[in-house]
């Protein structure tokens, strides 16, 4: 099986229908989503939406949300919170890496790295 056959996760492939039978919801359910800002499908050349493998996931965690009881505020919320979480972990692997190869490059054969200082 080829790389070809599965489509990028963030790429748009599917149309409103396929993915509401995918998770489980109507298409208004979709169109409500992104009216208030839960979810933005790519759109064709002619304005037709897409939606990609990770908007599919996002509808999945929106259901799971609701399913939890919280309304469409929460859900907002939750998810906005979940991807500010998303980038300060991922900026803080690339600062720990970062530190990692500059302490492993400043350091000759028995050096200790230097300590860190508080700013």
Known sequence: MSDRSVP???LGVYGISVA??????APQTLRL????GLLDPA???GGTRRYSQDDLDRLRRIGELLGAGLNLAG???????????????E?????????????????????????ATSG
């Not at 859900?75 to 972990?89: G, H």
């Open 75 to 89: 859900v907002a919320a939750v998810l906005a919170l979940e991807s500010d979480n998303a980038r300060l972990l």
């Open 33 to 36: 989503y992104e009216d208030r």
């Open 20 to 25: 509401a039978d995918l998770v489980g919801m």
């Open 91 to 115: 900026e803080n692997r690339r600062m720990r890496t970062g530190r990692h190869r500059n302490q492993q490059v400043t350091t000759q054969p028995g050096e200790h790295p230097p300590k």
């Open 43 to 45: 759109r064709t050349a």
């Open 8 to 10: 990028a996760p963030g």
